[in-house]
Nanobody
Framework: QVQLVQSGGGLVQAGGSLRLSCQAS????????MGWFRQAPGKLREYVAA???????HYGDFVKGRFTCSRDNAKNTVYLEMNSLKPEDTAVYYC????????????????WGQGTQVTVSS
């Protein structure tokens, strides 16, 4: 099983920025598509972003334009840069991995991180 370790969450004021990281214990990390999802209490899991092995990115409708997904294959790490944060962005954020970018976008990933809390205050 691929282990995904997340970091970078925390508390930030509205309008601020956070950078989430997800590091994989897999030397063939470059062959995986990666994704980001979020879930707030009492709400359904929401697709945030995905990035293919080649670096092509895709974004959910609610976050595109403010968030940027990137990857550093040399460090086995994917990032989610979040700018202009709003209180409604408050949620637990999860990273995930799969060999298919289509599966990532459809939330059927084979591997999931532990999640990290992002809280945005007004």
């Amino acid at each position: 099983q691929v282990q995904l370790v997340q970091s970078g969450g925390g508390l930030v004021q509205a309008g601020g920025s956070l950078r989430l990281s997800c590091q994989a214990s897999e030397r063939r990390f470059s062959m995986y598509a990666m994704g980001w999802f979020r879930q707030a209490p009492g709400k359904l899991r929401e697709y945030v972003a995905a990035i293919s092995w080649s670096g092509a990115t895709h974004y959910g409708d609610f976050v595109k334009g403010r968030f940027t997904c990137s990857r550093d294959n040399a460090k086995n790490t994917v990032y989610l840069e979040m700018n202009s944060l709003k209180p409604e962005d408050t949620a637990v954020y999860y990273c995930a991995a799969d060999t298919s970018v289509s599966d990532v976008k459809n939330a059927v990933c084979d591997h999931w991180g532990q999640g990290t809390q992002v809280t945005v205050s007004s």
